[in-house]
């Protein structure tokens, strides 16, 4: 399994700055009154500009829970909303409603089935000439957000790069063990005995 802090793959950062988060997090006008169109109550509305923000940071959608506490301030300050005011919804209908506003608006698709196709279609050309698993993810993140997907879950990425970088590089193997004669053969042999140590293969 690939590091997730050794990939590209987003994620909120323990601590920002300022500047981090003004940057990354603070809603633009237009957003406000887009948001505001759409949201029924106060809460609705921190929970919509507060995903609406997640995404565009990681391209994903977060657990409202998972949102760093500085963000949910950050945002809830911006929008002029009191402090009992959390970011919630109040059923998954809503939540989902929620979503397909933030993905019509920012012209992303979630389609995991799509994504997984993507994702092994970069990971099949990536291990002809690539290794490390981290690279791999990174190659497969790229197309993805190329292609306008809702990023899959880190797991999900990693079981995949793991499987098709198993199945290549067995593949390569395969290739090369067939091209050699019966005295490389041996000769590999002898040499993977060697590595292996003294005493290995015995049964005694």
Not at 19 to 25: G, I, K, M, S, V
Not at 32 to 56: D, N
Request: proline content about 5%; aromatic content about 6%.
């Amino acid at each position: 399994m690939a590091s997730v802090e050794r990939t590209a793959y987003p994620r909120f950062k323990r601590t920002m700055t300022s500047r981090e988060l003004h940057q990354a997090f603070t809603p633009g006008t237009a957003e406000v009154i887009w948001a505001r169109g759409k949201a029924r109550s106060p809460e609705h509305l921190l929970a919509l500009v507060v995903l609406l923000k997640s995404y565009q940071k990681l391209g994903y959608f977060p657990d409202l829970d998972d949102v760093p506490k500085l963000v949910v301030e950050h945002v809830r300050g911006l929008l002029e909303l009191g402090d009992e005011v959390e970011p919630r919804h109040d059923s998954t209908r809503t939540a989902a409603r929620q979503r397909d506003f933030v993905r019509e608006r920012l012209g992303v698709r979630y389609d995991p089935e799509q994504a997984r196709q993507v994702a092994a279609a970069a990971l099949y050309e990536a291990v002809q000439t690539k290794d490390n698993p981290a690279d791999l993810i990174n190659v497969a993140l790229e197309k993805l957000v190329k292609a306008r997907l809702q990023l899959p879950g880190y797991t999900t990425l990693d079981e995949m790069t793991s499987a098709i970088r198993t199945e290549v590089n067995e593949e390569f193997f395969a290739r090369i063990v067939a091209r050699m004669d019966e005295v490389e053969k041996a000769r590999l042999l002898g040499l993977l005995r060697c590595l292996r140590g003294p005493g290995a293969g015995s049964t005694s």
